[in-house]
């Protein structure tokens, strides 16, 4: 095996099992454990994995989060999907809260036009369902976070205090065996509160945030009661999530 190929095998290990070592690529690729070293060597030169003693991990990869306008404007196939199937659980005379993630702005942009209350802390939440005659709108005033358009803070979370909801609707960056996770901990806190107030959490998130952890943990998976994905997670995953009593919804794609 060439070292281009062992480099990969190593990797491909890595990115299954988090880490490892220098006797296992011993035995991942037959070599000796000088030719295992210097495969590390070669791997940390480029910034693939960070050395341990006696292996390796990956390096941690913190994703820039773009500002509203931007994630806006790429709100994916998925994310759309995946907005249309929360709306059909919109039911006359619900009251919802929803926060201010671009994947629950796509299920606002599909609301049906019944009779219904919906609190946000999202501008553009409230700009979208104010075109839809029969949903009565609270949104929530505090100060206003400039780049990703959502109102936060102690006057948002005391007046959520004041309500009692049967669905709210919440985005993640990430969910995993650590729980919900997202960006920024203003946020997170009222999305916290806004779980807190609610009969039934519906969490919205596409493939590619199944299994990973950002910055701050707003809440356990227990506390959520439905996930709604754009795939089938794979067995592990779903495991997890029974065995926290989370319901997952595939959103199927259109042809």
Known sequence: MYQEERLIAIIDYLKEHKRISVEQICSLCQVSRDTARRDLVRLQEQ??????????ILPSIHD???????RLSMVSEEKNQIGKVAATLIREGDRLILDASTT???CAEHFPDVKCTVITNSIHQADVLSAKEGVDIHLLGG??????RFLYG???????????????LIGVVGISEQGLTIAHE???????KIIAQARQVIALADHSKLGRTNFYRYAELSDIDLLITDRLPEEKFRKLLDQHGVEILVAEQEC
Do not use: N
């Open 47 to 56: 910034g693939a994995i960070i050395r341990t003693r006696g292996g390796a």
């Open 64 to 70: 820039e989060i773009k500002d509203y306008s931007h």
């Open 104 to 106: 629950v702005q796509a």
């Open 143 to 148: 100060k206003l976070q400039k780049e990703h």
């Open 154 to 168: 102690a006057s948002v979370i005391e007046k959520l205090s004041c309500y009692q909801v049967d669905k709210a």
């Open 186 to 192: 203003e946020d997170g806190l009222v999305k916290r």
